[in-house]
Nanobody, 128 residues
Framework: QVQLVESGGGLVQAGGSLRLSCAADARSLERYVMGWFRQAPGKEREFVAAISRNGGGSTSYAESVKGRFTISIDNARNTAYLQMNSLKPEDTAVYYC????????????????????WGQGTQVTVSS
């Protein structure tokens, strides 16, 4: 069992930046694929980004966040990050961290059903 705890959400103006953190109590994240998803009010949860260390360090992003968001992992801290720049009001959502032991390229981990462990979510609100 892996517990994930997100932090770093908050209120920011359009064009601003936030960095979300996902602390994991796993021994190491090197064998895990880490993903970020988000859910806006009245909408389904959607994929944002994924990173696979065993998959050659590959990353995948939703088209809506490409070029603005960056996913990364700090193995020394057992923490995954989502750096969000040039934020837009449509980025407003609850952001969830997810993890699964995986060995393939990150493009195979864009569905919620691919993940076994989930955090509780952190709210991001972008004002216009």
């Amino acid at each position: 069992q892996v517990q994930l705890v997100e932090s770093g959400g908050g209120l920011v103006q359009a064009g601003g930046s936030l960095r979300l953190s996902c602390a994991a109590d796993a021994r190491s994240l090197e064998r895990y694929v880490m993903g970020w998803f988000r859910q806006a009010p009245g909408k389904e949860r959607e994929f944002v980004a994924a990173i696979s260390r065993n998959g050659g360090g590959s990353t995948s992003y939703a088209e809506s966040v490409k070029g603005r968001f960056t996913i990364s992992i700090d193995n020394a801290r057992n923490t995954a990050y989502l750096q969000m720049n040039s934020l837009k009001p449509e980025d407003t959502a609850v952001y969830y961290c997810a993890a699964v032991q995986g060995y393939y390229d990150s493009r195979y981990y864009v569905r919620q059903s691919s993940y076994h462990y989930w955090g509780q979510g952190t709210q991001v609100t972008v004002s216009s």
